[in-house]
């Protein structure tokens, strides 16, 4: 799943294996997204169609999103599709054929990118129904202090255009279709690690499992992504290593390391299963994290969150270790007196200016 080519317009993308074949990749089996396969043809689309499908199954994403946010659209109903041609399970089938033909005798990478949980999710049996709403935790309430955020604000304008669409009936139903799709993910995977448990190099094969973002899922009244709050930017980073753990040479250095070192360093680790250590160390010497969206940026430094515009302006802050459902911006109190604030705002300046001076110097070069 690359998210390279447009959502919008019609395209195959077995079309893009020159590309890929200049990205690096061997082989490639390249799919979109739920909503995108109304338009975008590609394997999966062509097992529809083998199996008599692919208009009924187009036809039922159009009814979905043709009104755009209404409630067809996430309305929770049986999925058209057997389970073998459910989009994660055909996935996964797709990867465990391709495991079983890796090399064992010299590196190799498999990357499986499943399109789910991705609304919409409207998960199969055996796997639908196992999660009632009131076994899962509730969604968030919708903070106060949004309704103070300027009107161009990204928050603001994400939870403005979801003003009474959610009923909490439909919240509870998503989020049930949700847990449940974890289910059936999580099946997913445990298939790959038993197909990977009856190869030779299994005790050198590393594992990583992480996610491209969130979903809000009904916290403040709202679904999808679009906005900086944790539902949507928190994912999950999961790393296990080669059980064959001491075979890995080279990890000992506390030097610090670039992003480009650190990627070689990594691979040179690869025919040994791979380090994370590298990784870790790298993680745990940055000053935070930046999130763009828009034209907005959000500052992270441990559990203390800065929004700004796209002029530095600070929009909104949250601590999460005192507001975990982040129903208080602490923007307009003395918090920010507070010397972890303080670094955080001093960093946020310094991203700026070397994002600004960077964006003079390729404008300039763009233009000669």
Not at 7 to 36: E, K, T, V
Not at 40 to 55: F, K, N, Q
Not at 90 to 112: H, N, Y
Not at 243 to 248: E, G, K, P, V
Request: net charge neutral.
């Amino acid at each position: 799943k690359t998210h390279w080519t447009s959502h919008f317009q019609s395209s195959d993308l077995r079309r893009n294996g020159p590309l890929l074949d200049q990205l690096g990749f061997d082989q490639a089996c390249d799919i979109a997204g739920p909503r995108a396969l109304r338009r975008v043809t590609c394997d999966l689309t062509e097992a529809w169609r083998e199996a008599g499908l692919l208009e009924a199954q187009r036809a039922d994403l159009q009814r979905r999103y043709c009104k755009g946010r209404s409630a067809n659209a996430w309305t929770v109903r049986p999925s058209l599709l057997p389970n073998a041609l459910y989009p994660d399970i055909w996935i996964a089938e797709q990867g465990l054929k391709v495991l079983q033909t890796m090399p064992c005798d010299r590196p190799w990478l498999l990357w499986v990118s499943f399109v789910g949980p991705h609304e919409p999710f409207d998960t199969p049996h055996p796997w639908h129904g196992r999660h009632p709403a009131n076994e899962l935790p509730p969604a968030t309430p919708r903070p106060d202090w949004l309704v103070a955020l300027p009107e161009d604000c990204e928050l603001q304008k994400c939870a403005s255009n979801w003003d009474g669409l959610l009923s909490p009936a439909q919240i509870d139903a998503c989020r049930e279709d949700y847990a449940d799709h974890l289910s059936l993910l999580d099946n997913q995977v445990q298939r790959l690690l038993d197909g990977l448990q009856l190869r030779k190099d299994q005790a050198k094969t590393a594992v990583l499992a992480t996610a491209d973002h969130g979903e809000m899922l009904g916290d403040g009244g709202m679904l999808y992504k679009g906005s900086f709050l944790e539902g949507a930017i928190r994912v999950p980073f999961i790393y296990r290593p080669p059980t064959a753990a001491s075979m890995i040479k080279g990890t000992s250095s506390n030097h610090p390391i670039s992003l480009t070192g650190l990627l070689r360093k990594v691979l040179n680790n690869l025919s040994d299963g791979g380090t994370c250590k590298p990784l870790h160390r790298w993680a745990q010497q940055q000053p935070g994290a930046v999130v763009e969206f828009g034209k907005e940026r959000l500052y992270i430094q441990g559990n203390c969150k800065l929004c700004a515009d796209a002029s530095g302006k600070p929009l909104w802050a949250i601590q999460l270790s005192k507001d975990p459902l982040e129903q208080n911006n602490v923007l307009s109190k003395l918090l920010f007196l507070q010397p972890h604030w303080l670094r955080l705002m001093r960093w946020a300046q310094q991203i700026d200016k070397k994002r600004s001076e960077e964006t003079w110097i390729w404008r300039n070069l763009t233009n000669s």
